[in-house]
C-alpha cells in the first residue's frame, strides 16, 4: 500500500494507529516481555565482559569466529561474513 499523510486522516483512525503501534511495543511493565529483553541485556553484558578480560571466547566474539570450538577451514561462514568490526 502507498502511503497516506497523518494530515489527511481522520483522528480515529490516527488514534486506531497509535494503539497499534503501541500494542506491538515491547512494554517493559509486562514481566513476560521485559523477560526476554532482559535476557538479551545480560548475555550482551557478558559477552562485553568476555571482551574486556581479553579472554579466548572475548578474542573469538570480537573476531567475529566461532567461539565454541568449531572449524573455521570449510564452514562458519555466515559467522565470517561481517568482518570483524560489526
Same mark, same amino acid.
Given at each position: 500500500?502507498? =502511503?497516506? *499523510? #497523518? !494530515? @489527511?486522516?481522520? &483522528?480515529?483512525? @490516527?488514534?486506531?494507529?497509535? /494503539?497499534? #503501534?503501541?500494542?506491538?511495543?515491547? !512494554?517493559?511493565?509486562? *514481566? ?9 541485556? &545480560?548475555?550482551? #553484558? !557478558?559477552?562485553? /565482559? #568476555?571482551? &574486556? ?8 566474539? &570480537?573476531? @567475529?569466529? *566461532?567461539? @565454541? ?6 564452514? =562458519?561462514?555466515?559467522?565470517? /561474513?561481517?568482518? *570483524?568490526?560489526?
Amino acid at each position: 500500500h502507498g =502511503a497516506y *499523510p #497523518l !494530515n @489527511r486522516m481522520r &483522528e480515529s483512525q @490516527r488514534s486506531y494507529i497509535r /494503539r497499534a #503501534l503501541a500494542a506491538a511495543c515491547v !512494554n517493559y511493565d509486562d *514481566p513476560a516481555q521485559a523477560a526476554g529483553a532482559a535476557l538479551q541485556k &545480560e548475555v550482551s #553484558l !557478558n559477552i562485553k /565482559r #568476555l571482551k &574486556e578480560i581479553r579472554c579466548y571466547r572475548g578474542i573469538r566474539h &570480537e573476531l @567475529r569466529l *566461532p567461539s @565454541r570450538g568449531q572449524r573455521t577451514k570449510g564452514n =562458519a561462514r555466515t559467522r565470517r /561474513r561481517m568482518g *570483524p568490526l560489526n
